[in-house]
Nanobody, 123 residues
Framework: QVQLAESGGGLVQAGGSQRLSCAASGRIFSINSMAWYRQAPGKQRELVAVISNWNSTVTYADSVKGRFTISKGGAKNMLYLQMDSLKPEDTAVYYC????????????????WGQGTQVTVSS
């Protein structure tokens, strides 16, 4: 019904940059917000950044402020994460999230996740 597909992960050296993309597809009527989460080995999944689809308000985790930039645009329901000055501690699987998703012909509003993309930062 609704699918999220991330791309852009891979191996990068510390201090480098990488850009992640997420495409939301399906019979989507509206989305309240979209976000990037990450989960490192042995750790809980954590919020990296979130952007509201209504007023474009952005919130970042303290650990990525000033280094990462979340944005949306281009094609409809596209989400991006520009990651600069990457550190080894940024190594994780990065997940795209869409919250408050309404689809056509349904009163249901749900949250959806992508399958994740691995980002590895070498020192």
């Amino acid at each position: 019904q609704v699918q999220l597909a991330e791309s852009g992960g891979g191996l990068v050296q510390a201090g480098g940059s990488q850009r992640l993309s997420c495409a939301a597809s399906g019979r989507i009527f509206s989305i309240n917000s979209m976000a990037w989460y990450r989960q490192a080995p042995g750790k809980q999944r954590e919020l990296v950044a979130v952007i509201s689809n209504w007023n474009s308000t952005v919130t970042y985790a303290d650990s990525v402020k000033g280094r990462f930039t979340i944005s949306k645009g281009g094609a409809k329901n596209m989400l991006y994460l520009q990651m600069d000055s990457l550190k080894p501690e940024d190594t994780a699987v990065y997940y795209c999230n869409a919250a408050g998703v309404r689809v056509y012909d349904s009163d249901y509003a749900g949250d959806y996740w992508g399958q994740g993309t691995q980002v590895t930062v070498s020192s």
